[in-house]
């Protein structure tokens, strides 16, 4: 239980680190098209890139944020990425996030049990 619950802290301070690290996007075509799809979505969100990730992440329970990868903006243009937008936009409306550590405290505290 030890071993798993380290493991869940170390994940979750990788996940803040990342967050912390990346820039979030004050303007452009790109954010105009995020905040559209966020007001469809009903959800409030912030955007950010980040060249620690490979590929596009929903993070955060209270402040939620939609992490794209430094390189996706290199080679996609803005109409490609509204439907990865909007995938990750699912996400936070689902909140998939807090569902995931909820399950990861379940697993680190019951390991043990197959049920």
């Known amino acids: 239980a030890a071993a798993m619950g380290i493991r869940l802290v170390a994940a979750w301070a990788a996940t803040m680190r990342f967050a912390?690290?990346?820039?979030?996007?004050?303007?452009?075509?790109?954010?105009?098209?995020?905040e559209r799809l966020s007001r469809d979505a009903?959800?409030?969100?912030?955007?950010?890139?980040?060249?620690?990730?490979?590929?596009?992440?929903?993070?955060?329970?209270?402040?939620?944020?939609?992490l794209l990868p430094a390189h996706v903006l290199e080679y996609m243009s803005?109409?490609?990425l509204a439907p990865v937008l909007a995938h990750e936009l699912a996400h936070v409306a689902r909140r998939d996030?807090?569902?995931?550590?909820?399950?990861?405290?379940?697993?680190?505290?019951?390991f043990h049990c197959p049920g």
């Not at 969100?45 to 939609?66: E, K, Y």
């Not at 807090?98 to 680190?108: K, R």
């Open 20 to 34: 912390r690290r990346a820039t979030w996007l004050d303007e452009g075509p790109l954010l105009h098209t995020f």
């Open 97 to 110: 996030y807090a569902a995931h550590l909820a399950q990861s405290a379940a697993e680190a505290t019951l």
């Open 42 to 66: 009903r959800v409030r969100a912030r955007l950010a890139v980040s060249s620690d990730i490979d590929a596009p992440a929903a993070l955060g329970v209270r402040a939620p944020m939609v």
């Open 78 to 80: 803005d109409d490609d």
